[in-house]
């Protein structure tokens, strides 16, 4: 576990997951072990979204690969790149077409092993600032290679239900998020995003590279917001390169996050 303090805040990561952000005295992070997910965050790479309509098949320059629900990345360990007194960086590396074992097989996948046709490297780096924690993503590949890029965070809520968000001046409730279901809230064409806390201050949720958002949770005490470059849940799951982001041989993403004062 790395921890990093200033005077007005703190992060706590484990293993590349970023299990707590703390500011003022007030939690912001989901808590793993409560109900919701067992999670804290994750990364989607280099697919969002479910295959199993596809066959598990993504179409490639580079020819077919196997992905389950949201891609192999988060099958991948992440290793400590670097640490200072206000930042710490990790990475995670893949060779093309090696096999990886599926965690989802065989209780909820038919696939026991993935595979992607491209080598990558995928760094995410934390930055706590006095006012705000910064996630840089940095994804460095062969240009041209296809990918989809979705960061998914679960923030703590009060279980009350009363919490909002604001986004392209809509009023978002917790409701309509439940109401979503499994497709997720889709917030398209916005880099920022606003969850309004009735029991502690607001947070802000700004994001460079993304352009969009998608919504989900199953209960009242946390929330993802996901900053995304696609929404798939307009789609028929035929993945290919047509309907992804294509590389620009380094690819920088960030997410900052801000409370307001």
């Not at 703190?10 to 293993?15: F, M, N, Q, R, V």
């Not at 320059?61 to 790149?81: M, P």
């Not at 064409?189 to 994001?207: A, F, G, M, P, R």
Request: glycine share 4%; charged share 25%; aromatic share 12%.
């Amino acid at each position: 576990m790395i921890q990093i303090k200033n005077s007005k805040s703190a992060i706590a990561i484990d293993e590349g997951e970023l299990v707590s952000y703390v500011f003022d005295g007030q939690e912001y992070i989901h808590q793993k072990g409560n109900k919701g997910w067992r999670k804290s965050d994750d990364e989607m790479f280099p697919i969002i979204g479910p295959t199993e309509k596809n066959d598990f098949v993504v179409h490639t320059k580079n020819g077919d690969a196997i992905q389950d629900q949201h891609g192999l990345l988060r099958e991948l360990n992440y290793y400590l790149l670097s640490e200072s007194e206000n930042q710490v960086k990790f990475i995670k590396n893949y060779k093309k077409n090696t096999w990886v074992k599926n965690s989802k097989y065989p209780s909820k996948s038919t696939e026991e092993f993935l595979y992607w046709p491209f080598d990558f490297t995928f760094e995410k780096k934390f930055t706590l600032q006095n006012d705000s924690l910064v996630i840089d993503f940095t994804i460095q590949s062969e240009e041209g290679m296809p990918f989809m890029l979705g960061y998914h965070p679960a923030f703590l809520l009060s279980d009350t239900g009363e919490e909002t968000l604001m986004a392209n001046n809509q009023k978002i409730t917790l409701t309509d998020v439940l109401n979503a279901g499994s497709n997720a809230f889709p917030v398209l064409n916005s880099d920022e995003i606003v969850l309004i806390n009735n029991h502690k201050k607001n947070l802000q949720i700004i994001t460079k590279g993304f352009h969009n958002f998608m919504l989900w949770t199953e209960v009242k005490n946390m929330l993802c917001i996901e900053p995304i470059t696609q929404y798939t849940s307009y789609t028929n799951q035929v993945f290919s390169e047509e309907n992804m982001k294509l590389s620009k041989g380094i690819n920088n993403f960030s997410v900052t996050l801000k409370v307001l004062e």
